[in-house]
């Protein structure tokens, strides 16, 4: 495989750019520079062609330059829709209408740019909704890069230390630079642990208790039965908002979210990535006695939000177009996928028994991920210790050599949109069938 002009790409924008890349947590190796991609596929400065299954952390649920959306795009475009920073829009009325319609628990939205600003204004929401503090998150959950949330993801488990059933993990920060002391009111416990929780609503002053439904920021661990539900009631009996982060999750799995399938409803949600296809977009919703905040009469009370591209019309155009084909497609789409994730799933079932390879491969709907163990995780902890995180990067690079691309990053789900096909679901599968047999 070629990669001299994305190697010297790398060289040339590592002279102005720390690290050559925009956003650091896209240095991997191999180093490739992609310019094109179109529907499930993407290809490199070199020329190389990729089924992509990374999907740019998942946004692509319709594939890359989806018709519909681009059109819709330049429409606006050619519209005129430019951004008016003065007053609303007839644009993100109709993309609330959307939100609001397709997720049973936002009786009211708001739209950010990013996920990790919609996570932001969860945090402040409840901290004034509730006139509290502390804040519960998941070890092995990722909710965005701002202080107090970005922390406790991959963590490797020497730096966490010893841990029992029912505990709190030590925040462990992503990022040099977090004041110190934001350790005192963040309190990372481990996914499916109902008790950890109990004990941290009964010894801190909780505002928020903030998860993804499925952490699919190491890959794809459900929730247990019951998990959801557990901390619905936690959260009720102790005056904690709970805030579902569906970023990665919201209208992926389904267009009502993932708490409609797993029938829990949030106080908050926060939504990204799948609603614009592409396109940065953020939102947040929920309950209205907690998002009336945002315009509540007394200056005291008022939650600040403000940013001179929320709303920008552009991705708006994108979300809108992209909802309204989630609504009209909702009986079709997401079946379609699930038979794809299911034909992904068997088939690498079947490949990993036929060449005695210790796998679990989880899935929800278009989302999976490989596990070398021999069981589905139940936590980061359980990932840590049972999957072979080396085995699970040399897999992925032999893919990327033979035209597949999973990111090179060991627990990283893989997505499928609805411009894969079938055909190219069978294409990955032989290409996974040479990686067994070469040895990984
Ligand atoms: C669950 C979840 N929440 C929040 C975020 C942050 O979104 P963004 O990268 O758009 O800021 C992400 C991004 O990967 C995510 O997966």
């Known amino acids: 495989m070629d990669t001299a002009k994305s190697e010297a790409l790398f060289a040339r924008n590592r002279r102005l750019i720390p690290g050559g890349v925009v956003s650091l947590n896209r240095l991997v190796d191999p180093k490739i520079a992609f310019v094109r ?40 475009i050619d519209e005129g829709w430019t951004l008016m920073g003065s007053g609303t829009t007839p644009w993100e009325g109709r993309a609330a209408e959307l939100l609001c319609e397709a997720v049973a628990s936002l009786d009211r939205v708001q739209i950010t740019t990013t996920g990790s600003e919609a996570t932001y204004h969860a945090l402040r929401l409840a901290r004034a909704y509730t006139g509290r503090d502390h804040v519960v998150v998941m070890q092995g959950g990722y909710n965005g890069w701002h202080d107090e949330v970005a922390c406790n993801v991959m963590t490797p488990l020497e730096r966490l230390g010893p841990h029992a059933a029912g505990e709190e993990y030590p925040f462990a920060p992503l990022s040099a630079g977090m004041p110190a002391n934001i350790a005192e009111r963040v309190h990372v416990v481990e996914f499916n642990d109902l008790d950890a929780v109990e004990a941290c609503f009964r010894k801190y002053e909780v505002a928020c208790l903030v998860t993804e439904p499925i952490l699919q920021n190491i ?62 977009l953020g939102a947040i919703g929920g309950r209205a006695e907690i998002m009336d905040l945002f315009s509540h009469p007394d200056p005291d009370r008022r939650v600040l939000i403000a940013g001179t591209f929320n709303g920008h019309p552009t991705p708006v155009a994108a979300a809108i177009a992209t909802m309204e084909i989630l609504k009209r497609d909702e009986a079709v789409l997401y079946p379609r996928l699930e038979a794809l994730g299911d034909r992904m799933q ?81 294409a990955t599968l032989e290409a996974t069938e040479a990686v067994l047999r070469d040895g990984i």
């Open 219 to 280: 890959g794809v661990v459900k929730p247990l039965p019951g998990y959801l539900e557990g901390l619905r009631e936690s959260c009720d009996r102790h005056g904690v908002v709970l805030v579902l982060d569906e970023v990665k999750t919201g209208f992926r799995h389904a267009r009502g979210g993932y708490q409609g399938l797993a029938g829990v409803r949030p106080d908050l949600s926060t939504f990204g990535k799948a609603i614009a296809n592409g396109y940065p």
């Open 346 to 426: 068997r088939g690498l079932e079947a490949l990993f028994a036929k060449y005695g390879v210790t796998a679990t491969v989880v899935r929800q709907g278009s989302a999976f991920c490989t596990y070398f163990m021999d069981h589905a995780p139940r936590d980061w902890r359980d990932v840590a210790l049972n999957h072979d995180m080396a085995r699970d990067l040399r897999y992925r690079k032999a893919l990327i050599a033979r035209g597949v691309y999973h990111f090179p990053l060991p627990t990283k789900q893989g997505s499928l949109s609805t411009a894969h096909t079938e055909a190219d679901v069978d």
């Open 37 to 76: 991609g179109v529907g499930a596929r993407v290809w490199d400065a070199d020329g190389n062609a990729y089924l992509d299954y990374h999907s740019a952390f998942a946004p692509y649920l319709l594939g890359h330059a989806h018709p519909e959306v681009q059109s819709a795009v330049v429409r606006s």
